[in-house]
């Protein structure tokens, strides 16, 4: 199974900004859609981005105008850029994404560990 793997994360003062990575940890065909997630402290798991194949992107409310998500199709990797981060922006960061290992097989559904992005006032 196709693992992802996240970068970018940290600490940062309210409006600063930051730049998510998240890359396959194994040679891959090509990604179709990605996706970011955040988990705060005591809450539940919410979307935050999303991107599709055909590069229509969606996202939460709250990030709108501030967060930007973004894919690289030739190094099969998907971005997450944040601006004017918020503490309300702290919590816990994943990236899921349908991979494709061959033009015909696709995993769905992949995860990354997650990394923590903490926002100070």
């Known amino acids: 199974q196709v693992q992802l793997v996240e970068s970018g994360g940290g600490s940062v003062q309210a409006g600063g900004s930051l730049r998510l990575s998240c890359a396959a940890s194994?040679?891959?065909?090509?990604?179709?859609?990605i996706g970011w997630v955040r988990q705060a402290p005591g809450k539940q798991r919410e979307w935050v981005a999303r991107?599709?194949?055909?590069?229509?992107?969606i996202y939460e409310d709250s990030v709108k105008g501030r967060f930007t998500i973004g894919r690289d199709n030739a190094k099969n990797i998907g971005y997450l850029q944040m601006n004017n981060l918020k503490p309300d922006d702290t919590g816990v960061y994943f990236c899921?994404?349908?991979?494709?290992?061959?033009?015909?097989?696709?995993?769905?559904?992949?995860w990354g560990q997650g990394m923590q992005i903490t926002v100070s006032t």
């Open positions: 899921t994404a349908d991979v494709r290992t061959s033009q015909y097989t696709i995993q769905r559904g992949r």
């Open positions: 991107i599709d194949s055909e590069n229509t992107t």
């Open positions: 194994t040679e891959i065909f090509s990604i179709d859609a």
